[in-house]
């Protein structure tokens, strides 16, 4: 299932969420500073093919030279003053230009050539070939570079042609770990698999799969190695390695050193090889950084990025869209600990329409109960708990709508006082606890830490650990363990044990057994289920599993497309449905106990947020729907007790109920 | 052999190497991901193998696949045994053993058409004259699976169809052969759930309309519950129960089967249930335990299982069989 | 037991690049043309003792190796003859004496001329990357935490324009307008001929003399690890072990400091050891502008006077520290990673 992340992703930056389809043409058109890479390259390349025509003098030329002529600062006549040899830097400037291009692209030829047959061997064979060609590769990765080069060239004749080559087989190693990590990870893609199920030759395998995914990372890679064979050449020229006939931009700084250059005070021969370097691999660093980027796409916005600003005070009625707090009557004496009325989460960037994530939703948690929160991907389950929570990217937030923690409005909190809140009366456990943990920290440590957030004076830290750990039934000697020692339901049970650690009011869980076995999973929904009963906590559980909601949750929140489809007590929404969707949800999910009933899918596929119909957001899918439903969003309507449906035909009496029988569970 | 047998599976072995020494290459230590399995697969039948993760349902895949050398024991299939063919002889077996990966993100090349996809395995094996034929065989293929108009979708990449849309194509790409056993490796898991029951609708008809026999691998009893007509439970490389599905999840026999069917959640509030949990976690496939693997576990292992490893025996109805050594005393049937 | 075998691993791997890189130092001093190795000893620079009492030593009219008298060009030889006797055993055995030879130029014994050479290098490129470490991290760090914002683009910018700069080429831009405006020395490790009247004022005409090489490297190197630190700190500030912190309403700071840090010094120091060939590139760069006495200007000056057992010398000690500077780091790594360590 996308993550939340990807979700956003797509909406703010765009297009597909496939990374893999057409990255280069991608990036060229959205990445400035792989545009600005090109232009950099680009021009020294036509300033090098049209040395000739541009070029103010001839660089061969034999000059009748007097001592004035020496270092001559600029002038009209020489923009960029002369050298040593009274020859214009300006035509040098341009010539040499050739040189570390040529030298450039050829050597980073080679590099990649041989980086890349051996990456591909090593990664595609694997085995004996690969464990010899890896080792060889880290052998020869350790040997400093510029050393290697200066013996090599240095015993060897001095000539561009060496040069060349001595970069090229110099500066392979990287190339080939790239490609072999690559090669390596498309192998085992389940399309590779399923080429080789077929009985696809190797051959047929590395041209149309493997190549096309690891071509552009080649390409990439070649443009940095092309940046660092001209840093290369550079040096030999300037330690004077190189074929002294020919003009580099190396060469010429390397007469300014030899030549007292920066005794006469000649800056104009110093600086301008330099920058014409600089502007090179400048050029290819920013193009290849700015490709790398769009190969390798981080989220643009990390949990730590800047904090919005605190969302606006008092609830605010959505676009024509009425609202009706639930007055209903109470589902228990208990005391009511969440009350969330009409929230609204949206995610808004820059130069973009807000995203409307979730809309108007309401619910009430009270002390000890556990509320189910039901949905596929894209309904906003996750997003809604995020938000309440205010632990959302950049640019998401409540917009509109009460949101109230035991009487205190969190919408209108500051950020200081929120971050309080957090832990102490809501706490979290997250989907997967190996990621959700510190790897490099002890659990017993992170355990910790939470207390001492919330009580900086607490003692006897340890003890409470164990007490802690030894509620979700791991033992005491744990604490002073890392996450990767302990088992996956262990992991959940200590994420639990973690969450409890402040005695918090509410505990928001998301999808906590999603990613674990049947059986851990009823461990961990047994944990739970009795902590919660044990202390008076409200859980508000998100999922997807309906199997899940039934066996312990009091209540259940269904969500669809951003919005609360149905609301009620679990025995009234698993027995008496209201919402289309429920109903088709329920139909369409297996039941152990009933295993001749008929499975009947949904047809199409639940909507992205950035592509909500407009009326109705099931409409499209419903069997039920009418042409109202497709134009006009339906409002909520309350039915008896706390049952809520946002449905056109419950509002007529005539719909649900009587067109299709009521899903009777024996 | 009965002639409706199609696969014929007989104390399966894959075992891994676990740790390599630094200079000498060898081998500590195995990781037993298939021990010994033994199944049958019938003409047309949807048999679904039900295991928690580790219990080497889809290495088993694999091997029968032929993705896997396995380490010991034989697979029947057209009357010869295809563990250890040689590779062209394997690649006419491969048009009629097919795939179906779980992943529908990961399980289309994205680089490629929906068209090139669903034709490759022609290409593959030079079935179809030119490039037209193939594309007529993708459609028919594709159209197949539900996806239409299907000329609409030959030009499509991947990454613009939706999961279950991706799943079909994945389907069909398996279908195009004409293959006459399905192996489908938790091919719903990781989408919607109000999509999932399309697909297994959809495998479920293809194997009624074309006689296709599926062995289906998943961790959900329930689903296996609705499609499945037989059942098959495997715990740590080993079948321990298997039968026709109504008679397994009325009668089970082994106690890791009557274990699972008492925790798997069922959507119906009013039938909380007391689940038997079983204590710990399944072990390593490395440390599998002496006699019978699942005794450490086991709510009512007696002295004997300590030592005896339990052969898979029939037990009650027909063609019921349990690997447990308590089978010849019943368990009691189930609430 | 397993951190112990992958620290044998990793010790055996060192060792074996080690020997790698004294077959490969041997090989190519006699594969490539000329044969500087038996040409060099008639260079004219050294006494006629001198040339007899190297060739005893190196053994230079023996075959090169059980099987072949010389290399290039090939000349196969006698397969019986004593393979103790050969140049290669009598090079292995005198690099284990600590014999590298003598050089041309000066006419003394490679090993002396190296030892004095090693420190000064060290103090070079010790400060330097020191410097460049802790500013490299830390503006890295604060670039992904305000990640898109002006902080950021800039420590991007700027980092990629600063390491496209040929090392050299800046040294001699800060070396000209830094001599003529800031009076900086303009090259050497200490003031020549100069007396000091205690040895606080001697250190100072060091350091002195270090500031300008040192803001070279620190500038060349920073931008490496800006550029690292940057990439990793975003890989680690998306981590969801990051949001479990917020979750616990840790601070910013706070996170910062025990969770993201910490976790992304991680692969920070893998990536320095990595980089080790770039650091030396550099530090020979700086040496030869700034005329600092230390490896690096051995290995110039030894190629432009053809002082083939120097050059030899001074190649290997360098390749021989930066493996075994990759071991430590390796090591390093073990200990601080828990998940190798108890793995």
Redesign the interface.
């Known amino acids: 299932m996308p993550r939340l992340n990807d979700v956003t992703d797509t909406f703010l930056w765009g297009g597909a969420t496939d990374r893999d389809a057409d990255p280069i043409r991608r990036a060229l058109r959205h990445n400035r500073m792989a545009l600005f890479g090109a232009a950099l390259l680009t021009s020294a390349v036509a300033a090098a093919a049209l040395a000739q025509w541009i070029a103010p003098y001839d660089p061969g030329a034999t000059l009748q030279v007097t001592v004035e002529d020496v270092y001559a600062p600029p002038s009209a006549a020489h923009w960029l003053g002369t050298d040593d040899a009274g020859r214009d830097v300006l035509t040098n400037l341009i010539y040499g230009a050739r040189v570390s291009l040529t030298v450039g692209f050829f050597a980073s030829f080679i590099s990649v050539f041989i980086g890349g047959a051996i990456g591909t061997v090593a990664g595609f064979f694997g085995g004996r070939a690969e464990r010899v060609l890896m080792r060889f590769t880290d052998v020869v990765l350790v040997i400093p570079d510029l050393p290697l080069a200066i013996v090599l060239v240095a015993l060897t004749r001095p000539g561009l042609i060496n040069v060349i080559v001595v970069i090229g087989i110099v500066g392979w190693t990287g190339t080939a770990r790239l490609v072999r990590s690559q090669t390596l990870s498309v192998k085992q893609r389940k399309f590779v698999l399923r080429a080789r199920a077929v009985g696809a030759s190797n051959l047929r395998i590395l041209v149309r799969h493997i190549f096309p995914l690891v071509l552009p990372l080649i390409a990439v890679n070649t443009v940095l190695v092309m940046s660092l064979a001209i840093l290369n050449e550079s040096t030999l020229s300037f330690l004077g390695l190189s074929d002294p006939s020919r003009t580099s931009w190396g060469q010429m700084l390397n007469s300014a050193f030899t030549r007292g250059a920066m005794s006469a005070g000649a800056w104009w021969a110093l600086v301008p090889p330099g920058a014409g370097i600089v502007w090179v691999v400048l050029g290819c660093s920013l193009l290849g950084y700015g490709l790398e980027r769009v190969l390798n796409p981080r989220v643009a916005s990390h949990h730590l990025s800047s904090a919005h600003p605190t969302s606006p005070k008092s609830a605010k009625t959505k676009r024509g869209h009425p609202h009706q707090t639930s007055p209903g009557t109470e589902f228990s004496e208990a005391p009511v600990v969440l009350d969330v009325r009409g929230a609204s989460v949206d995610f808004t960037a820059s130069g973009c329409p807000p995203l409307h994530a979730v809309e108007d939703v309401s619910f009430r948690l009270h002390c000890g109960e556990m509320l189910g929160v039901v949905g596929e991907s894209g309904c906003g389950k996750t997003t809604l708990m995020l938000s309440l929570l205010r632990l959302l990217p950049t640019g998401g937030r409540i917009v509109s709508g009460e949101v109230r923690l035991s009487g205190r409005n969190l919408v209108a909190m500051g950020e200081k006082e929120m971050a309080d809140l957090r832990w102490k009366e809501m706490a979290v456990v997250f989907q997967s606890a190996m990621s959700a943990l510190n790897p490099i920290r002890t659990v017993g440590d992170q355990i910790a830490e939470a207390i001492l957030r919330h009580e900086p004076r607490a003692k006897k830290i340890d003890g409470r650990v164990r007490e802690l750990l030894d509620m979700v039934g791991i033992g005491p000697g744990r604490q002073h363990q890392y996450p990767h020692q302990y088992s996956g339901g262990m992991r959940q049970r200590a994420m639990i044990a973690m969450a409890l650690a402040c005695r918090p009011t509410v505990l928001f869980a998301d999808e906590p057994t999603t990613a674990l076995d049947v059986m851990v999973q009823a461990q961990i929904l047994d944990v739970l289920d009795r902590l919660r009963r044990d202390l008076g906590l409200a859980v508000l559980l998100v999922t997807h599993d309906l199997g899940v909601v039934a066996e312990i949750c009091d209540s259940v929140l269904v969500m669809y497309g951003g919005v609360v489809a149905e609301y009620a007590d679990v025995d009234a929404l698993f027995n008496r449905p209201r919402h289309p969707y429920t109903r088709e949800l329920l139909r369409a999910f297996p039941d152990l106990s009933r295993p001749k009933a008929e499975l009947v899918a949904i047809p199409g596929s639940p909507p992205s947020p950035n592509a909500l119909p407009p009326g109705c957001r099931f409409a499209p899918r419903c069997p039920d729907a009418s042409s109202r439903c497709h134009a006009e969003q339906p409002t909520l309507h309350i039915l008896d007790g706390r049952h809520q449906v946002r449905c056109h035909l419950v509002e007529s009496n005539s719909g649900v109920g009587s067109a299709h029988e009521p899903f009777r569970r024996t | 052999m009965s002639p409706s047998v199609v696969l014929r599976i007989r104390d399966l072995r894959k075992h891994y190497p676990a740790r390599r020494s630094l200079w000498s290459g060898q081998q500590h230590g195995q990781v037993r991901a298939v021990d010994g399995v033994s199944l049958d697969l019938l003409y047309a039948e949807l048999l679904a193998l039900v295991g928690e993760s580790g219990c080497g349902k889809s290495t088993l895949l694999l091997t029968l696949m032929g993705l896997e050398r396995p380490t010991a024991g034989r697979v029947v299939f057209e009357e010869q045994d295809i563990v250890g063919l040689s590779e062209t002889r394997m690649n006419a077996i491969r048009r009629r053993i097919q795939m179906v990966f779980q992943d529908p993100y990961e399980s289309l090349n994205p680089t490629m058409t929906v068209g090139d996809i669903v034709a490759e395995p022609l290409a593959v094996h030079g079935l179809a004259p030119d490039k037209r034929a193939r594309g007529a065989q993708a459609c028919r293929a594709l159209e197949d699976v539900g996806l239409m108009p299907a000329g609409a979708f030959l030009h499509r990449r991947p990454h613009e169809l939706s999961g279950g849309q991706r799943q079909r194509v994945a389907v069909a790409v398996a279908l195009v052969l004409g293959p006459d056993v399905l192996l489908a490796d938790e091919p719903v898991s990781m989408l919607d759930v109000s999509v999932r029951a399309g697909i297994l609708n959809l495998l479920d008809s293809l194997r009624r309309t074309r006689g296709i026999s599926v062995l289906f691998v998943t961790h959900d009893l329930s689903t296996a519950a609705h499609i499945a007509d037989r059942v098959a439970v495997m715990y740590l490389g080993r079948i321990v129960e298997v039968g026709f599905t109504p008679e397994v999840l009325r009668a089970p026999v082994h106690p890791y089967t009557r274990a699972l069917i008492s925790v798997v959640p069922v959507p119906n509030p009013r039938q909380r249930r007391q689940p038997a949990l079983l204590p710990g976690e399944p072990p390593d496939p490395i440390d599998v335990p002496v006699g019978c693997r699942f005794h450490p576990r086991c709510p009512v292992a007696l002295d004997r299982c300590r030592r005896v490893d339990p052969p898979l025996v029939k037990v009650g109805g027909r063609h019921h069989l349990a690997a447990c050594l308590r089978a010849e005393a019943p368990l009691g049937k189930y609430p | 037991m397993t951190h112990c ?1 992958f620290l ?2 990793k010790a ?2 060192a060792l ?2 080690v020997g ?2 004294l077959v ?1 130092n041997f090989f ?2 006699r594969i ?3 044969d ?1 190795a038996r040409a060099g000893v008639r260079d004219p620079r050294l006494t006629q003792e001198s040339q007899v009492a190297i060739q005893a030593r190196f053994g230079l009219d023996k075959p090169v190796i059980n099987g072949i008298e010389r290399v290039n060009p090939l000349r196969l030889g006698s397969f019986t003859v004593n393979p103790l006797d050969t140049q290669f055993f009598i090079y292995l055995r005198n690099l284990l004496q600590g014999d590298l030879g003598i050089s041309y130029h000066r006419n003394r014994p490679v090993t002396e001329l190296l030892k004095e050479r090693l420190g000064n290098t060290v103090l070079l490129v010790g400060s330097g990357q020191i410097l460049a470490l802790l500013i490299g991290i830390a503006l890295g760090a604060v670039a ?6 002006a902080i950021d683009y800039g420590a991007l910018v700027g980092s ?2 600063a ?8 040294g ?2 800060l ?2 307008w830094g001599s ?1 405006w800031l009076g900086l020395p303009i090259g050497g490790m200490i003031t020549p001929g100069a007396t000091f009247a205690n040895p606080w004022d001697a250190r100072m005409d060091v350091v002195l003399h270090m500031v300008l090489p040192v803001l070279t490297q620190t500038i060349v190197y920073v931008a490496e690890y800006v550029l690292i630190m940057r ?1 990793t700190m ?2 680690v ?16 700071f ?3 400091k ?3 840090l ?2 992304a010094a ?1 692969p920070i120091v893998t990536i320095v050891a ?1 980089n ?3 650091t ?2 550099g530090a ?2 700086v040496e ?2 700034y005329s600092w006495p230390g490896l690096g200007q051995a ?2 000056e030894s ?2 006077r053809r002082d083939y057992p120097m ?1 030899q010398g ?2 290997l000690l ?2 021989v520290s ?2 075994f500077t ?1 071991l430590l780091a390796d090591l390093l790594y073990s200990y ?4 190798v360590r ?2």
């Open positions: 075998r044998l691993g055996g791997g074996f690049t790698f890189v490969l190519l001093f490539l043309p000329g500087p992904a935490w305000k990640s898109r914002t990629l324009v390491w496209s700069m040929p090392t050299f080429w800046l001699m831009v070396l000209f003529r990439t975003l890989d500030l998306s981590e969801d072990y990051i949001l479990t912190a917020k979750a616990k309403g840790l601070s910013t706070q996170i910062l025990d969770h993201a910490k976790n991680l990595l080790l060939g770039f030396v590139a020979i760069q030869i502008v290995i110039y190629v432009v050059l001074a190649f360098l390749a930066v493996v990759n601080l990673d828990p998940r108890t793995a």
